[in-house]
């Protein structure tokens, strides 16, 4: 079976031309999947789903295919790059559209650390928490969520306001020194010019937003639009009366938070009772 075929008068994908390209460079190179999977460490399988547009890749099997190719293959990380869309459902597309266009972006969650503010190792459990994956969908998974993380850093970069619930910076990882390594992200995120973090305590009570993590972009045109998120579902709101609603409910639920100052003590204090203890050389 080929790559997968857009339907007619349509522009092929990102991820269609990837799978395209690899079969390609796999025919050319006169190889079998057995052959290439030998080559690359890679299961046949998953070299055959690359090759379909199944599935997107990792860098690493990205970056085996480079090596055996060669100079042929310069760009598939290129095209694997425009391809990291395609990954997500498409109930998410439309808003990734958008927040990459976004100057200001508000976040509020309850159930874990904001993906733009998570390290590998924390993507990984969310991940492995969710559904059963592969070591090779899992990789991917993590990588495209990690690449979407280059927002904050870019030229232009929005204004981003993250308010976490108590609960979120509770809820620790297996591993503890992982868990350490993620709170020392958002202490290194904070500093940011652009990035404000502020931390929700359990004291504040009950608010407009509980049980709902809720993001809300402004776009360059001046509108507003908003995602909600609980644990099994999500909703892309562009309605302006309802994005008002919840703009208004963050508000209140922003001055219930830590101020910035304090959200960073807070945060520097669970860095000193989670890390390990170094064990008495006596």
């Not at 046949?44 to 099997?61: D, I, M, N, Q």
């Not at 085996?64 to 598939?76: F, I, P, R, S």
């Not at 809300?216 to 309605?239: C, F, K, M, N, Q």
């Not at 910035?260 to 064990?279: M, Q």
Request: proline share 5%; glycine share 6%.
């Amino acid at each position: 079976m080929g790559a997968r075929k857009p339907n007619a008068g349509q522009r092929p994908s990102a991820r269609q031309m990837l799978a395209k390209e690899l079969a390609r460079l796999r025919e050319e190179s006169g190889k079998s999947l057995a052959t290439l999977g030998e080559e690359t460490t890679y299961d046949r399988a998953y070299l055959h789903k690359l090759e379909t547009g199944a599935r997107v890749g990792s860098p690493g099997v990205i970056a085996a295919l480079n090596a055996v190719y060669g100079t042929a293959a310069e760009h598939l990380t290129m095209l694997w790059q425009l391809a990291q869309e395609d990954a997500f459902a498409d109930k998410y597309k439309r808003f990734m559209q958008l927040e990459a266009k976004a100057t200001v972006r508000y976040e509020y969650t309850v159930g874990a650390i904001p993906g733009l503010l998570q390290t590998e190792g924390y993507a990984r459990e969310v991940f492995e928490a969710t559904r059963p994956r592969d070591e090779n969908e899992l990789s991917e998974d993590v990588a495209a969520r990690l690449g979407r993380q280059g927002l904050l850093r870019r030229e232009n970069a929005p204004h981003f306001r993250a308010v976490l619930d108590e609960s979120v910076l509770r809820r620790k990882t297996r591993d503890p020194k992982e868990w350490t390594k993620q709170l020392e992200q958002l202490l290194e995120a904070g500093q940011l010019p652009n990035v404000t973090l502020q931390v929700l305590p359990f004291e504040a009570g009950p608010h407009a937003l509980l049980g709902t993590s809720v993001t809300i972009l402004w776009l360059p045109d001046g509108r507003a639009v908003a995602y909600t998120e609980d644990a099994h579902s999500g909703e892309l709101i562009e309605d302006s009366s309802e994005v008002e609603k919840l703009r208004l409910s963050y508000d209140l639920l922003r001055d219930l938070a830590l101020s910035p100052r304090d959200s960073v003590a807070f945060i520097e204090r669970l860095i000193e009772e989670y890390t390990p203890c170094a064990p008495d050389p006596t």
